[in-house]
């Protein structure tokens, strides 16, 4: 008799609206765009209830969330993500447009270093490299580096207020490299393990992982919006990127082309596009979408019955 045992993709709980993983530099950039905003108020609380599943929702978040693995010699994990957090604050042109759980008082900005309330998954290389593989795992469609567009198709953004309920068609998409999104829409997960490239106006229901290079360049206005939660982190070597030789991460997201040592590594994020594009926090879609991944075979045995 053979025996397989099978489960769908379990996303550990996102601790923020967006969480950025390692030491954030100086450089980090975000728009001085009135209408952009990242909210980590959860986007079904009480009020507004899901028709999907009206047991979710009020799980207020962070705006942004800093997170660690070691520290550098003269600070530890946890004053290396104060300082990233500090890093973002600095980098704010408009604070007030940042809120979240944390009920931040006169324009403060609620950027919060969640070292000691994220899940040790996204706190590590080991564990943020163990979201890509079951990832990859439950993908629904994988592309290489630099698709075509509008060759991607990344699912249908869920319709929340169709009576009855019409249910998003929300897709698990892999992209190994980098990735050129935008306008346009899509539902459910999107990993991106290279350089994630966006414009202009983009609508996307669910969660978007940049994890590998960790970079994420966004340019042009626009006016869409992100539902559920981001999370950017560079765990991964990119050497040989250029070159095509080994040490690729990002074309070849293995744990043979992990950061070495095995750290975190300096995250990019450069959002000079604003707009009215924004990051909302949305516990109800994250589960939506996570809900959706196809099973996959994670055991086979052969047993003599």
Not at 96 to 106: E, I, L, M
Not at 238 to 257: E, H, I, L, R, W
């Amino acid at each position: 008799m053979i025996q397989y045992e099978v489960a769908k993709i379990a996303l550990p709980p996102l601790p923020s609206a967006l969480t950025i993983a390692g030491p954030v530099p100086t450089t980090v950039g975000f728009p001085n765009s009135d209408p952009f905003t990242i909210n980590g108020n959860d986007r079904f609380n009480a009020g507004s209830p899901n028709p999907f599943d009206p047991t979710c929702g009020n799980q207020n978040k962070p705006a942004v969330g800093t997170v660690q693995d070691v520290g550098n010699g003269t600070l530890t994990p946890t004053q290396v993500a104060t300082q990233s957090q500090n890093n973002v604050i600095n980098a704010l042109p408009r604070p007030d447009h940042y809120t979240g759980s944390d009920a931040c008082t006169g324009g403060q900005p609620d950027v919060q270093n969640v070292q000691n309330t994220a899940n040790t998954l996204f706190t590590t290389v080991d564990g943020l490299n163990s979201v890509v593989q079951n990832i990859k795992n439950a993908a629904t469609t994988t592309w290489g580096d630099n698709p075509s567009i509008p060759g991607p198709d990344f699912g249908t953004p869920a319709n929340y207020s169709a009576t009855p309920p019409v249910p998003a068609v929300p897709k698990i998409t892999v992209v190994n490299g980098d990735l050129t999104f935008g306008p346009g829409t899509g539902a459910g997960i999107l990993l991106v393990t290279g350089t994630l490239n966006m414009h202009g106006n983009f609508n996307f229901d669910g969660v978007i992982l940049v994890i590998g290079a960790g970079h994420v360049i966004f340019s042009g206005g626009g006016g869409g919006q992100i539902n559920g939660a981001m999370v950017v982190a560079n765990i991964g070597q990119t050497s040989g990127c250029a070159s095509g030789t080994a040490n690729c991460y990002p074309k070849n997201p293995t744990d043979g082309n992990l950061n070495n040592p095995k750290q975190l590594g300096t995250p990019i994020f450069d959002w000079a596009g604003g707009g009215g594009n924004s990051i909302r926090f949305d516990s109800c879609t994250i589960a939506n979408v996570g809900g959706a991944a196809n099973f996959t075979v994670i055991a086979r045995r052969e047993i003599t019955y």
